[in-house]
């Protein structure tokens, strides 16, 4: 009798629900997310309605902050420059780490090796990879004695090509990945009909490869929305203010110049602008649906 | 070690980067901080205002210059005044570049200091401000060792409105127009003392493949030297005493504008070069270029020449030169006038536990054995008995050029950015910046100056 009421949730587990682990396994990542991400984020929220200068207690002072985020020209100016970078960065990235992550999803086993030394750089920290290049780039004892930082498009190119060579061998894995798992006989099928590797790479791979292009997408998007250090370190935002993206410009509101009411509101705009983008990007390419690759086969 | 010790005058700004945990660390801190208000404060962990007032903790600047503190500390800590009060002193070296974030970071936080390094003036208004701050006039009045213990102008340079906070614990750091002794010999040229004489030697300078002055602009601070001195030379130190005690308009006077366009001159005549945008002080650029002879001159703070000593040690010794900034003509600025950081200061959390031994603990700085470890260190201290052992020096003619020159300065003009304040002193920067880096005109930038609240 017993035994049957105990077999009873078994068996109907065994439907929709079958192979999950219980909601209690989410537990410690639901309190580490709670703690350091939602609470957090929550003050800052609260922050970005007060002025508050890191002493004292905050003042309450509505959408003052919010306001001047509006009106403020260094604002429009980061938020370009923002737009500008991440523009940049993807492409920049997107396609060097999708034909890198293709030829790497090959099989020869030199591949296995230069794969893993392309993937080096992912693993130092930003802040060793900023501080190399900024020595590199020194205008008098670099390799390059050229004005490289000192001017507008010289800092920018060298933020984007640092940021690039630091990120794209993490996309170049997932590509790497993705590309590994596009069933063999599709291009034994092309190859049959007749496809070059030209058409083969834009009939079957790129396709194929719809959902990484979205993942790996969302990643640099958010990623380029908060990327700091290397800022920081290669230009300071500079020269004048020309690499001042939204990232330094809140860094410099809250620990410059202790305006942390502006900095907090700042970076709830990053936060929204951020959730929003990758909202729209997994809507406009159908990723949501989790519809597969494979249908149809 | 010399790179941090420049982020003295830039006020710790600019310099190496904070670490993303760091950021992240002081972010999330400041966060707690504000959600859960000062509450805190009084039951926090023992060692900082808040602790058992049988230690109190003294934030300072780390640089190269720590060890004469840790001596005080030492000396103190052994000393009859500490058994007195109680208690010992436990020195925090906080990194020079984190400096300011952290301190403000931990003040409103259950592990603030008792005593803690600062630039005086404007850079701790905000902590006068929030009532954080013992006011030491009645203290500095009433003790003999305190009151005749340093120079008067030096003690007075720290104050607000009129009242002391602070205590100089550092060497004096005037911006000195530094000179390679080679290169003018071979050149034949003189160290300028006029505007014109300056602009003759760029030519025969810039004639010679050689550029004229060495500048990190980068850093921003170095650029705002020049704007400190011209304004000075042309307008007198009035000009910026009106904008320091708040009036924004004062960015309007015309030596401000006629600095500006002196300036902006000097950039597009390649004075400083045609990559100082790029040039850091911080990371040893531009100390570099001016010790190998790319560069003639340097103007910089009096610690270029243990900056040069620790890098390029025969360059300092046999061919750094020093002078003074030249007049401007027309100018009604005293040629005898100083910028630069008068010293540093040490100043109280009004909220420590053992007051009597953060004040025996500040006397120790009147010392002569204090004063001496400073001079061993390359350093000229503020203190009254500083000329006696000036020849005790590493470098006694230098020392006593350091010196001299800030005895007989009829005005000190504190660092612009340290005089008003992060707040104001960091907008200030962005709009040095952009003057330098030719996004703005002078006039552009005076406008810019105006608005800045």
């Not at chain 2, 992060?422 to 006039?443: N, V, Y």
Request: include cysteine; proline fraction near 5%; aromatic fraction near 12%.
């Amino acid at each position: 009798m017993t035994l049957t009421v105990d077999k009873r949730p078994t068996a109907s587990a065994r439907g929709s629900r079958a192979g999950r682990p219980h909601a209690a396994w989410a537990l410690p990542g639901v309190l580490f997310f709670t703690f350091f991400a939602v609470v957090p984020m929550a003050l800052a929220l609260y922050l970005s309605f007060t002025s508050w200068d890191g002493l004292g207690d905050p003042r309450p002072v509505g959408l003052d902050n919010w306001k001047k985020l509006l009106d403020d020209p260094r604002m429009t100016q980061s938020l370009w420059l923002t737009v500008v970078l991440t523009v940049a960065s993807w492409a920049f990235q997107t396609v060097v780490a999708l034909l890198l992550g293709v030829w790497a999803a090959g099989r020869q086993r030199h591949r296995a090796v230069l794969s893993a030394i392309f993937f080096v750089p992912f693993l130092l920290s930003s802040t060793a990879i900023a501080i190399l290049f900024y020595s590199l780039l020194d205008p008098n004892f670099g390799i390059i004695q050229k004005d490289t930082l000192g001017s507008q498009s010289g800092a920018f190119l060298a933020i984007v090509f640092v940021g690039g060579w630091q990120f794209i061998p993490f996309h170049t894995l997932i590509y790497q990945g993705g590309a590994r798992q596009i069933p063999e006989v599709l291009y034994q099928a092309a190859a049959i009909d007749g496809a070059g590797r030209y058409r083969q790479f834009f009939s079957i791979t790129l396709p194929q490869l719809r959902h990484t292009i979205t993942t790996s997408t969302v990643l640099m998007v958010v990623g380029s929305l908060t990327y700091f250090e290397t800022v920081l370190i290669l230009t300071k935002g500079g020269p004048g203010t020309d690499t001042a993206i939204l990232p330094y410009l809140m860094y410099e509101a809250g620990f410059k110049t202790y305006d942390f009411g502006y900095a907090s509101a700042i970076a709830s705009f990053l936060v929204i602008a951020a959730t929003g983008l990758s909202l729209v990007l997994v809507r406009l390419t159908g990723f949501g649906t989790m519809r597969s690759t494979r249908e149809g086969m | 070690m010399e790179s941090s010790r420049g982020q003295v005058t830039g006020g710790g700004t600019g310099g190496r980067p904070f670490s993303r945990r760091w950021f992240l660390g002081a972010g999330s801190a400041s966060l707690f901080t504000a959600g859960l208000g000062t509450g805190l404060t009084a039951c926090g962990s023992g060692g900082g205002a808040g602790g058992d007032g049988k230690t109190i903790t003294a934030f300072v600047y780390g640089d190269d210059a720590v060890k004469v503190q840790q001596a005080g500390v030492d000396r103190f800590n052994k000393s009859a005044a500490a058994k007195k009060a109680g208690g010992t002193v436990k020195l925090q070296e906080v990194p020079g570049s984190d400096y300011s974030p952290k301190l403000r970071t931990a003040m409103g936080s259950p592990s603030a200091p008792d005593v803690f390094f600062n630039w005086g003036g404007g850079s701790i208004k905000p902590y006068e401000e929030a009532g954080k701050l013992v006011d030491l006039t009645d203290i500095i009045e009433g003790d003999p060792v305190l009151k005749s213990g340093f120079l008067p102008s030096v003690l007075a340079s720290g104050d607000l409105g009129g009242r002391h906070y602070g205590i100089p614990m550092r060497g004096m750091q005037p911006v000195i127009l530094f000179y390679n002794k080679a290169v003018f010999a071979e050149h034949k040229l003189q160290p300028p003392t006029t505007w014109d004489q300056l602009l003759d030697n760029n030519a025969k300078l810039k004639k010679a493949r050689i550029t004229p002055f060495a500048l990190g602009g980068t850093d921003i601070w170095p650029d705002l030297m020049w704007l400190e001195y011209l304004v000075d030379r042309i307008g007198g130190p009035e000009v910026f005493k009106r904008i320091q005690d708040g009036d924004a308009e004062g960015w309007g006077d015309p030596a401000v504008l006629k600095a500006a366009e002196l300036v902006k001159e000097l950039i597009d005549d390649g004075a400083f070069g045609s990559k100082f945008t790029s040039v850091s002080y911080v990371n040893g650029g531009a100390p570099a270029v001016f010790a190998r002879g790319k560069a003639a001159m340097h103007l910089m703070g009096s610690w270029e020449y243990s900056t040069q000593l620790g890098k390029f040690p025969d360059f300092a010794k046999k061919n750094l030169g020093w002078a003074a900034f030249p007049t401007v003509e027309g100018g009604t600025g005293d040629v005898r006038n100083v910028v630069g950081n008068p010293t540093n200061y040490w100043s109280i959390n009004a909220r420590t536990k053992n007051q009597d031994l953060a004040i025996g603990f500040l006397k120790d700085c009147a010392s002569e054995a204090y004063a001496q470890a400073l001079i061993d260190n390359g350093d000229v201290p503020t203190t009254s008995n500083a000329a006696a052992l000036l020849s005790s020096a590493p470098n006694p003619e230098y020392a006593k050029f350091q010196y001299d020159m800030v005895e007989k300065a009829p005005a000190f003009t504190l660092s612009w950015d340290q005089a008003l304040g992060d707040g104001l002193g960091t907008k200030m920067h962005t709009e040095i910046g952009k003057l330098f880096a030719g996004q703005s005109s002078p006039s552009e930038f005076v406008t810019a100056c105006k608005g800045l609240k």
